[in-house]
């Protein structure tokens, strides 16, 4: 288990189409019907960082209650992850887009 | 039976300027109880906006407001907490050559009484706010207003006072009061309280104990509605105002955007302050439009509260005009917080020495000794 | 036509509008998500082909509530992803797809917004990989996803033998099973058995089938601490008898009991009452689904825990109050056989709760540096102070001095775990110590330029 390796878990297959989106300026994949958290934690262990210490979160209830789970995409638009599908050409900042 | 208490000053609300009050009285050795029907600060103390600003005021008000700014400094030191005062300074916005001709004529104005502003262009306020969505014409700077945290500025001074040994009672809603010889009595469920002086700062309450001694005066209830979002990137680093009072806005370090959308309305049964969903619509895009910037971040609560408005937009302070011994300290039209610890000492100045070295005439109540309950009042408008 | 509007499409939402409809009224169904089912039977993407493989036991029933809306039609005025983000009086606030707004002026509300998790903070809480023991089981049952690769679930309910047998099931690699409440209070459920047989039987069988499939079970913890070098790597606790065990994971799926929504009920003006069984405030519910207010009825979880089975019974018995109330005719043999079966299950639900006693001992060990507001990162020890230096008796007061509350989940995570610690600071019960204020909007809203609001025609 490396610090790098993604937080979830696929235990059925899903049978969506392909789905291709960035992170951080690096591309990756997930699959029609994922949610945004889903997509974004099969590919990386978190989601954003925390903005009162240096740390990250990687979302907690995943039921729209506790709002730990909110992305800022490249174009400013805020999501909370547990509620939108990942769509395609989405992407989503955690640390930062490589310049 | 109940309790029965004699004290020198009987001081009737919990809020900043009468917990004040309480401070300056005992620091000149009087001994005070204080009645506060809720919890105290948590009236239009501990609701309203936030914004420590001289500029814009009605100029009556600056002697007080003047006097306030240098008590501001020293606030957090004084009380013990941090009270997050930051002088982040005020910008007024000019969105027309007839607003920055009003905030030109008053910046002239102003210089006299002790406010001195600086007149901005349009290429200076765009050097300034770089990130503004309106267009503006101008702006009237003033850098030594800004902002602090209301909800913690009532309940330090009450913890103050009560250090200090002034008897805060919260929860305590006073039931009466009336004269007993050359003093008064104020009663509460099971307390009373005789007292040689009596201070009526009870805020939304104080039109009620005002015409118990024959002073009923034109009050009406004043329910700001306030936004605030979520933290966001900082980068307001002013409070922000406009011409025509209808946007106003600031943002704390910690990120929140904080901002007003008109009026809430007036639970009736409960004496509480509520939001109004339209109004915070209308607010949110009346803001937008001047700070683009926060588009993308989200609104996580709204709340009003009740504050108390007279009919000409300043309050009323000073001894009763039918009642020696009572002093009247309310209706402070939306703008209260900026002078409330001034407006303490005030209060204490006139019990202690029969007299205040701060400029308080035009806040007479007498101004409305010709005035009858029926009359038309003023619809609100509070300027920021 | 009295406009009825029907606020959560979980369980209790979508039998309260299914009763309603048959009645021949067109109640309006309003839910947050895009499609129903609330959280127990949330659902999967694009239909799941093999549902009783991911849901066990309760596969038909989820089924069956999938399915209802669709058999309903048009005989159900459906609103989904839509957020009722206020209500003054019985006018809603609604915004529609995240961006679009408007408003709602109802005659009747049926408030079922159902529950959340009861969280309480404990050492590395916080870290990526630490979610809810809901949030373990919506990631498997609508997303086919574990948490993790190696799971730790930890639980004070019924909830945790549950997911822990669909984790099994699904193939998870489940390392721990931790039910931090101990074996002992399960003896309560013995004598609850002639209650509600079924269900204790299928806990058994959860119970049973876990220690066969493999998986550790252990009972009894007195605290525990997630710990990691920036996301889960292991978990610690000690048993009741207290030995520290270890066990490496990476995930915890972790949560005590559930805790109802309550904040459209507390905008509506619902009166509030403390339920000391579950230690939380709820809104004042007459058995027949009446709150305080004329005109708004609750039903199912976020009216009163009581899990899916009785909201799938508490929505009809609402529905029939509001008929009722509204003039029509209802069955009485219907009601009689709905209110048996209710009081029935409400004696289990009490069993249930002292099977599950709330665990204590985890905020008793709490240090000052610990986090207890999780949007803000504000600390037990700042609420500590705020009660020593700053005179606070009230979680009103102490949210205004501390900021604790004022994050986006507005207390919903840190809410009934701060009332605890202020309880216990100040050697006083909790429910002295009062509730948190709710404040429109009940759930962040955008900022962005709101569409033009439009207002529904009376």
Same mark, same amino acid.
């Given at each position: ?21 960035? %992170? ?12 945004? %958290?889903?997509?974004?934690?099969? @590919?990386?262990? @978190? ?45 989503? %900042? ?6 | ?26 620091? +000149? ?318 209060? +204490? ?36 | ?67 209802? #809306? ?24 609604? #915004? ?30 916080? #870290? ?331």
């Amino acid at each position: 288990m490396t610090q790098t390796a993604p937080q979830f878990h696929r235990l059925v297959a899903s049978s969506g189409a392909l789905v291709r989106f960035l %992170i951080d300026g690096a591309p990756a994949e997930a699959r029609v019907g994922d949610l945004l %958290i889903t997509a974004i934690l099969l @590919n990386r262990p @978190n989601l954003r960082r925390f903005e009162f210490a240096d740390t990250h979160r990687a979302g907690f209830c995943l039921m729209a209650g506790c709002q730990d789970c909110w992305v800022t995409l490249a174009d400013g638009q805020r999501l909370r992850t547990c509620s939108e599908l990942v769509q395609d050409g989405m992407h989503v %900042i955690i640390d930062g887009a490589p310049t | 039976m109940g309790e029965r208490i004699t004290t020198d000053v009987a001081i009737v609300g919990g809020g900043i300027a009468a917990c004040a009050a309480a401070v300056a009285l005992r620091r +000149a050795g009087l001994s005070v109880v204080l009645m506060e029907k809720r919890r105290c600060g948590a009236g239009a103390s501990g609701v309203n906006f936030g914004g420590v600003r001289r500029q814009g005021r009605d100029l009556r008000e600056m002697p007080l407001a003047n006097r306030a700014r240098l008590l501001w400094d020293g606030l957090s030191a004084l009380l013990g907490e941090d009270v997050e005062f930051e002088s982040s300074g005020h910008i007024k916005l000019a969105r027309s050559e007839a607003d920055l001709a009003e905030l030109e004529r008053y910046s002239h104005a102003a210089r006299a009484v002790g406010l001195d502003l600086t007149m901005l262009g349009t290429n200076a306020v765009r050097a300034e706010l770089p990130w503004l969505g309106e267009r503006v014409v101008g702006a009237s700077l003033s850098p030594d207003c800004g902002q602090a945290n209301p909800r913690v500025v009532g309940p330090a001074f009450a913890r103050l006072a009560r250090r200090m040994g002034a008897d805060i009672r919260e929860f305590t809603p006073a039931t009466g009061a009336w004269r007993a010889g050359d003093g008064f009595v104020v009663t509460a469920e099971g307390l009373e309280v005789s007292a040689k002086y009596l201070v009526n700062a009870a805020g939304a309450g104080s039109r009620l104990l005002a015409a118990a001694f024959g002073e009923d005066v034109p009050v009406t209830p004043l329910m700001p509605n306030m936004i605030v979002t979520e933290p966001m990137r900082y980068f307001i680093n002013r409070s922000i105002g406009v011409c025509g009072g209808d946007v106003y806005v600031r943002q704390i370090q910690r990120g929140n955007v904080i901002f007003g959308g008109g009026m809430g309305w007036l639970d009736h049964e409960l004496g509480l302050g509520r939001p109004v969903s339209d109004n915070t619509l209308d607010g949110i895009n009346r803001t937008l439009q001047v700070i683009p910037g926060i588009a993308q971040a989200q609104v996580i609560r709204t709340w009003s509260g009740v504050d108390s408005q007279m009919p000409d937009h300043i309050p009323v302070l000073g001894p009763s005009a039918t009642t020696p011994g009572l002093i009247h300290a309310f209706g402070f039209s939306g703008h209260g917080f900026q002078i409330a610890p001034a407006v303490g000492e005030v209060i +204490a100045d006139l019990i202690v020495d029969g007299q205040t070295p701060t400029a308080i005439a035009d806040f007479t109540i007498t101004r409305f000794r010709n005035w009858t309950p029926g009359t038309t009042e003023e619809t609100t408008h509070t300027e920021h | 036509m009295s406009r009825i509007v029907v606020i959560g499409a979980g369980p209790a939402g979508l039998r309260t509008v299914e009763c309603l409809a048959e009645a021949g009224l067109r109640p309006i169904l309003i839910d947050e998500s895009r499609r129903p089912g609330g959280q127990i039977y949330r659902q999967p993407p694009n239909g799941v082909p093999d549902a009783a493989r991911l849901y066990g036991f309760e596969a038909s029933k989820a089924t069956a509530l999938h399915a209802l #809306l669709a058999r309903l039609g048009d005989r159900v005025e459906y609103r989904p992803d839509t957020l009722v983000w206020a209500i003054e009086g019985k006018r809603l606030s609604l #915004l529609t797809g995240g961006n679009q707004h408007s408003f709602i002026e109802a005659d009747a509300l049926v408030l079922t917004t159902g529950a959340m998790d009861r969280i309480l903070p404990f050492p590395g809480w916080t #870290l990526p990989g630490v979610y809810t023991l809901g949030a373990a089981q919506i990631a498997l049952k609508s997303q086919g996803v574990a948490i993790g690769r190696r799971v730790a679930l930890v639980g004070a309910g019924p909830l945790l033998p549950l997911v822990t047998h669909q984790y099994r099931k699904a193939g998870a690699e489940l390392v721990l099973s931790l039910d931090v409440t101990g074996l002992a209070p399960k003896l309560v459920l013995a004598g609850a058995m002639l209650a509600n047989p079924k269900t204790v039987a299928k806990g058994l069988f959860y119970l049973a089938r876990n220690a066969l499939g493999g998986v550790p079970q252990r009972f009894g913890a007195k605290s525990l601490q997630a710990i990691g070098d920036g996301r889960v790597e292991g978990l610690v606790w000690q048993d009741n008898a207290g030995r520290s065990h270890t066990i490496a994971c990476d995930a915890i799926g972790v949560s005590f009991g559930l805790r109802s929504e309550i904040q459209l009920a507390d905008l509506a003006g619902c009166a509030m009452a403390f339920d000391p069984l579950t230690r939380q405030w709820q809104p004042e519910r007459s058995p027949e689904g009446r709150s305080s207010v004329a005109g708004v009825y609750l039903a199912g979880d976020g009216a009163v825990i009581g899990g899916a089975d009785v909201a799938e019974l508490a929505g009809p018995r609402t529905a029939l109050t509001v008929l009722a109330d509204l003039g029509h005719k209802v069955d009485p043999a219907r009601l009689a056989h709905l209110d048996s079966a209710l009081a029935r299950q409400r004696r289990f639900r009490v069993a249930l709760e002292h099977a599950y006693p709330f665990p204590a001992a985890l905020l008793d060990t709490l240090d000052d540096a610990e986090i207890l507001c999780r949007c803000e990162g504000i600390t037990v020890g700042t609420l500590r102070a705020a009660v020593r230096g700053r005179d606070v008796t009230e979680i009103n007061r102490l949210k205004a001095l501390t900021r604790i509350g004022m994050g986006r989940c507005q207390g919903r995570v840190c809410g009934q775990a701060a009332a605890e610690l202020l309880a216990r600071e100040r050697a006083v019960e909790v429910e002295a110590v009062g509730r948190l204020r709710s404040n429109p909007p009940v759930k962040p809203v955008p900022l962005q330029a709101p569409l033009a609001a439009s207002e529904d025609a009376a």
